[in-house]
Protein backbone atom coordinates (compact mmCIF):
# COMPACT_ATOMS: atom_id res chain seq x y z
CA UNK A 1 0.00 0.00 0.00
CA UNK A 2 0.88 3.40 -1.34
CA UNK A 3 2.57 5.29 2.13
CA UNK A 4 0.45 8.68 2.18
CA UNK A 5 1.80 9.84 5.06
CA UNK A 6 3.99 13.58 4.30
CA UNK A 7 6.05 15.53 6.97
CA UNK A 8 4.60 18.37 8.66
CA UNK A 9 6.30 20.95 6.86
CA UNK A 10 5.12 19.67 3.77
CA UNK A 11 1.59 19.55 4.66
CA UNK A 12 1.97 23.30 6.02
CA UNK A 13 3.81 24.51 2.85
CA UNK A 14 0.58 22.68 0.94
CA UNK A 15 -1.29 25.05 3.21
CA UNK A 16 0.63 28.13 2.69
CA UNK A 17 0.39 27.72 -1.12
CA UNK A 18 -3.40 27.94 -0.98
CA UNK A 19 -3.45 30.66 1.26
CA UNK A 20 -1.51 32.45 -1.32
CA UNK A 21 -3.34 31.29 -3.95
CA UNK A 22 -6.76 32.47 -2.60
CA UNK A 23 -4.90 35.59 -1.33
CA UNK A 24 -3.76 36.62 -5.38
CA UNK A 25 -7.34 35.85 -6.78
CA UNK A 26 -8.61 37.85 -3.99
CA UNK A 27 -6.87 40.98 -5.25
CA UNK A 28 -8.49 40.38 -8.97
CA UNK A 29 -11.34 42.76 -6.72
CA UNK A 30 -9.36 45.76 -7.36
CA UNK A 31 -9.56 45.40 -11.00
CA UNK A 32 -12.89 45.54 -11.04
CA UNK A 33 -13.85 41.56 -11.16
CA UNK A 34 -16.43 40.08 -8.37
CA UNK A 35 -14.38 36.48 -6.77
CA UNK A 36 -16.83 35.16 -4.72
CA UNK A 37 -14.76 33.72 -2.78
CA UNK A 38 -14.53 34.22 1.42
CA UNK A 39 -12.74 32.14 3.49
CA UNK A 40 -10.55 28.83 3.16
CA UNK A 41 -10.31 26.22 5.80
CA UNK A 42 -7.96 23.37 6.78
CA UNK A 43 -8.66 20.14 9.26
CA UNK A 44 -8.75 16.60 9.69
CA UNK A 45 -4.79 15.04 10.26
CA UNK A 46 -3.15 18.19 9.84
CA UNK A 47 -4.98 19.16 13.23
CA UNK A 48 -3.14 16.24 15.16
CA UNK A 49 -0.02 16.68 17.11
CA UNK A 50 1.98 14.35 15.07
CA UNK A 51 5.44 14.44 12.84
CA UNK A 52 3.40 13.02 9.58
CA UNK A 53 0.46 13.57 8.52
CA UNK A 54 -1.87 11.30 6.94
CA UNK A 55 -2.87 12.75 3.47
CA UNK A 56 -5.66 10.47 2.91
CA UNK A 57 -7.79 12.29 6.10
CA UNK A 58 -6.61 15.45 5.61
CA UNK A 59 -9.48 18.24 4.85
CA UNK A 60 -9.67 21.06 2.91
CA UNK A 61 -12.66 23.70 2.28
CA UNK A 62 -12.71 26.92 0.60
CA UNK A 63 -16.70 28.84 1.35
CA UNK A 64 -17.83 31.41 -1.15
CA UNK A 65 -20.63 33.61 -1.92
CA UNK A 66 -23.00 31.40 -4.14
CA UNK A 67 -23.93 32.75 -8.11
CA UNK A 68 -25.96 29.70 -8.39
CA UNK A 69 -29.08 28.29 -6.39
CA UNK A 70 -28.19 26.24 -3.43
CA UNK A 71 -26.85 22.39 -4.69
CA UNK A 72 -26.87 23.64 -8.28
CA UNK A 73 -23.27 23.50 -10.19
CA UNK A 74 -21.85 26.15 -9.65
CA UNK A 75 -18.78 27.76 -12.70
CA UNK A 76 -17.80 30.02 -9.96
CA UNK A 77 -17.31 27.60 -7.11
CA UNK A 78 -15.44 25.29 -9.74
CA UNK A 79 -13.17 27.76 -10.91
CA UNK A 80 -12.05 29.04 -6.88
CA UNK A 81 -11.38 25.40 -6.47
CA UNK A 82 -8.53 25.24 -8.71
CA UNK A 83 -7.79 28.51 -8.22
CA UNK A 84 -7.34 27.74 -4.88
CA UNK A 85 -5.44 24.56 -5.28
CA UNK A 86 -8.32 22.09 -3.96
CA UNK A 87 -8.15 20.02 -6.83
CA UNK A 88 -4.45 19.78 -7.48
CA UNK A 89 -3.67 18.75 -3.55
CA UNK A 90 -3.66 14.95 -1.96
CA UNK A 91 -6.52 15.57 0.40
CA UNK A 92 -10.28 15.49 0.43
CA UNK A 93 -12.10 18.62 -0.16
CA UNK A 94 -15.32 20.69 -0.09
CA UNK A 95 -16.74 24.08 -1.59
CA UNK A 96 -19.46 25.76 1.25
CA UNK A 97 -21.77 28.29 -0.17
CA UNK A 98 -21.78 30.11 3.35
CA UNK A 99 -19.41 31.76 5.84
CA UNK A 100 -18.24 28.76 7.50
CA UNK A 101 -16.86 25.42 6.36
CA UNK A 102 -19.29 22.58 5.40
CA UNK A 103 -21.17 20.28 8.13
CA UNK A 104 -20.41 16.39 7.54
CA UNK A 105 -19.46 13.48 9.42
CA UNK A 106 -15.59 14.63 7.84
CA UNK A 107 -15.51 18.33 9.07
CA UNK A 108 -15.90 18.09 12.59
CA UNK A 109 -12.50 19.70 13.65
CA UNK A 110 -11.34 22.64 11.21
CA UNK A 111 -9.69 25.99 11.49
CA UNK A 112 -9.76 28.98 9.25
CA UNK A 113 -6.56 29.82 8.03
CA UNK A 114 -7.14 32.77 5.35
CA UNK A 115 -10.24 35.20 4.42
CA UNK A 116 -10.94 37.79 2.86
CA UNK A 117 -9.16 40.20 5.66
CA UNK A 118 -5.79 38.09 4.74
CA UNK A 119 -3.80 35.25 5.52
CA UNK A 120 -4.60 34.16 9.24
CA UNK A 121 -0.61 33.98 10.61
CA UNK A 122 -1.22 32.41 14.12
CA UNK A 123 -3.29 29.96 12.58
CA UNK A 124 -0.32 28.90 10.02
CA UNK A 125 2.18 28.86 13.01
CA UNK A 126 -0.14 26.94 15.08
CA UNK A 127 -0.31 24.26 12.25
CA UNK A 128 3.60 24.88 11.63
CA UNK A 129 4.42 23.87 15.28
CA UNK A 130 1.88 21.14 15.98
CA UNK A 131 0.10 23.04 18.45
CA UNK A 132 -2.18 20.44 20.27
CA UNK A 133 -4.88 22.50 21.14
CA UNK A 134 -5.80 22.46 17.56
CA UNK A 135 -7.71 19.30 17.62
CA UNK A 136 -10.40 21.36 19.84
CA UNK A 137 -11.00 23.83 17.51
CA UNK A 138 -14.62 22.82 16.74
CA UNK A 139 -16.78 23.90 13.40
CA UNK A 140 -19.31 26.10 13.99
CA UNK A 141 -22.76 25.50 13.47
CA UNK A 142 -26.25 26.63 14.08
CA UNK A 143 -29.08 24.03 13.46
CA UNK A 144 -31.51 26.74 12.62
CA UNK A 145 -29.22 27.83 10.19
CA UNK A 146 -28.71 24.23 8.56
CA UNK A 147 -32.75 23.65 8.60
CA UNK A 148 -33.10 27.22 6.83
CA UNK A 149 -30.06 25.61 3.98
CA UNK A 150 -31.95 22.18 3.75
CA UNK A 151 -35.36 24.35 2.99
CA UNK A 152 -33.25 26.20 -0.37
CA UNK A 153 -31.77 22.91 -1.23
CA UNK A 154 -34.87 20.72 -1.59
CA UNK A 155 -36.35 23.51 -3.58
CA UNK A 156 -33.91 23.45 -6.04
CA UNK A 157 -33.89 19.51 -5.92
CA UNK A 158 -37.30 19.95 -6.60
CA UNK A 159 -36.71 22.20 -9.72
CA UNK A 160 -34.24 19.71 -11.44
CA UNK A 161 -36.87 16.63 -10.38
CA UNK A 162 -39.49 18.59 -12.49
CA UNK A 163 -36.88 19.41 -15.39
CA UNK A 164 -34.71 16.93 -16.12
CA UNK A 165 -36.95 15.34 -18.63
CA UNK A 166 -37.44 18.47 -19.97
CA UNK A 167 -35.75 18.73 -23.86
CA UNK A 168 -35.04 22.43 -23.56
CA UNK A 169 -33.55 21.69 -20.14
CA UNK A 170 -31.34 19.08 -20.68
CA UNK A 171 -29.69 20.52 -23.67
CA UNK A 172 -29.05 23.92 -21.45
CA UNK A 173 -27.59 21.79 -18.63
CA UNK A 174 -25.42 19.49 -20.63
CA UNK A 175 -21.55 20.77 -21.05
CA UNK A 176 -18.20 20.47 -19.91
CA UNK A 177 -18.14 16.80 -19.24
CA UNK A 178 -21.54 17.55 -16.77
CA UNK A 179 -25.02 15.75 -17.86
CA UNK A 180 -28.78 16.28 -16.59
CA UNK A 181 -28.09 13.61 -14.20
CA UNK A 182 -25.16 14.98 -12.82
CA UNK A 183 -26.76 18.41 -11.93
CA UNK A 184 -29.64 15.70 -10.04
CA UNK A 185 -27.26 14.07 -8.35
CA UNK A 186 -25.79 17.01 -6.90
CA UNK A 187 -29.26 18.07 -5.81
CA UNK A 188 -29.90 14.96 -4.30
CA UNK A 189 -26.89 14.54 -2.55
CA UNK A 190 -26.76 18.21 -0.80
CA UNK A 191 -30.24 17.40 0.86
CA UNK A 192 -28.68 14.34 1.89
CA UNK A 193 -26.04 15.42 3.59
CA UNK A 194 -27.82 18.54 5.11
CA UNK A 195 -30.82 15.92 6.56
CA UNK A 196 -28.01 13.58 8.34
CA UNK A 197 -26.16 17.01 9.37
CA UNK A 198 -29.38 17.71 11.49
CA UNK A 199 -30.33 14.73 11.93
CA UNK A 200 -26.78 14.32 13.80
CA UNK A 201 -27.08 17.52 15.36
CA UNK A 202 -30.36 16.62 17.04
CA UNK A 203 -29.64 13.53 18.50
CA UNK A 204 -26.67 15.05 20.26
CA UNK A 205 -28.39 17.64 21.49
CA UNK A 206 -31.33 14.95 23.44
Known amino acids: MTDQRMRRSTAVGQVEGMVDA ?33 SSTSRSCSTYRPTRAPGARDPAGDWIADRVRLTKLPVAWVRATRGR ?16 SGTDRDAIDRLRHG ?18 E ?29 HPEDHLWRAAQAVRELTDAIEERRAGEQ
Not at 41 to 48: D, K, S, T, Y
Not at 102 to 115: G, N, Q
Open 101 to 116: PAYDRRMRRMIRVWST
Open 22 to 54: ASDIHRLNSHGLDIPLLEVWVGGAILEPVDRID
Open 150 to 178: LAEFRRHLATVLDSCHDRDWRREHTGGWI
Open 131 to 148: DPTLGDAAVPVDTEQLAT
